[in-house]
């Protein structure tokens, strides 16, 4: 291949370059078609701006009623709950029941002596003795109430451990006779202990 021959093949690529450069120049740099290069199908359409709530006018429905703030209880005052309370507070009447001092001692006394007057020791401690002597003694404990006119409305017999005797304990509480004591003018309660023999 001759010298000459070589010049119009180099030139030929040359040339060909040229023009495919020249194309790819006018490809990327064409000039943006009037109205900014968005068309109509390309174009998002505006959305409608949302209503604002606060925009909303509040309506009422004929024969609704719209609600009410919850009503506070009155609360009453200290000084007012304090004088309610005094009025329903009912007194408590003093107990009479258990009378101390002189007359609890004199009554006790006497309602001893009562029950001692109804023959126990014969009627308890010498039949149950005769059978078994031991123990020799028994002590027992009378739980006596007397209203005011000196009549007994109530009893309880105790046994102590270790110093009551049951088969005294069980005639005491088989024998039994209301006591009557001289009028204490109230209710008494009282304890009396009973020692046998």
């Known amino acids: 291949m001759s010298s ?4 119009l093949i180099a030139g030929a690529i040359v040339c060909g370059f040229a023009l495919v450069a020249l194309a790819l120049y006018l490809a990327f740099h064409r000039p943006a078609p009037a109205g900014g290069g968005r068309t109509a199908s390309t174009e998002a359409p505006a959305s409608t701006p949302a209503a604002s709530p606060a925009a909303t006018p509040l309506r009422q429905t004929p024969g609704a009623r719209l609600p009410s703030q919850p009503s506070r209880p009155l609360v009453p005052s200290a000084p007012s709950a304090a004088l309610a309370a005094t009025d329903t507070a009912q007194p408590q009447p003093p107990s009479d029941v258990v009378a101390t001092g002189e007359l609890e001692k004199r009554v006790a006394s006497a309602a001893h002596d009562a029950l001692v007057a109804q023959g126990l020791l014969a009627t ?8 078994t002597r031991e123990p020799a003694t028994s002590k027992h404990v009378y739980d006596l109430t007397f209203d005011a006119d ?10 102590l451990r270790g110093e009551s005797r049951n088969d005294v304990a069980n005639c005491l509480n088989d024998h039994y006779t209301k006591l009557q004591i001289a009028a204490p003018g ?5 304890l009396v202990t009973l020692t046998f023999p």
């Open 124 to 131: 308890c401690w010498d039949p149950a003795v005769k059978k």
């Open 150 to 159: 000196g009549s007994e409305i109530a009893r309880g017999i105790s046994e």
């Open 4 to 7: 000459s021959q070589i010049r």
């Open 186 to 190: 109230q209710s008494v309660h009282v």
